[in-house]
Nanobody, 121 residues
């Protein structure tokens, strides 16, 4: 079956960096679009970044210039490098996999279990 396993979350001070990973199995990873969502307490789940099978990327305005999504098809893994972290980046971050970008932006497809990112001094 399909599994997406996120890792790399934790506690970091404002201005710090974290790199999240999402390892996929049970899919032909190279042909899937991938995305990162986040959900803060009391808020709706928000799309943070997407990457197509061809490597095209897109970002939410709130993270543009600070976050970078990338993928390693040889390792079946998608990453989210987060720099210049702010308190408002605190959330559970989820990996999402879909055959098309529309699947990702529609919050459909396969989900991981999430990893907590807390930005606090």
């Amino acid at each position: 079956q399909v599994q997406l396993v996120e890792s790399g979350g934790g506690l970091v001070q404002p201005g710090g960096s974290l790199k999240l990973s999402c390892a996929a199995s049970g899919i032909i990873f190279s042909i899937y679009a991938m995305g990162w969502y986040r959900q803060a307490p009391g808020k709706q789940r928000e799309l943070v970044a997407t990457i197509t099978s061809g490597g095209n990327t897109n970002y939410a305005d709130s993270v543009k210039g600070r976050f970078t999504i990338s993928r390693d098809n040889a390792k079946n893994t998608v990453y989210l490098q987060m720099n210049s972290l702010k308190a408002e980046d605190t959330a559970v971050y989820y990996c999402n996999a879909g055959r098309t970008l529309v699947t990702i932006t529609g919050a459909r497809g396969y989900w991981g279990q999430g990893t907590q990112v807390t930005v606090s001094s």
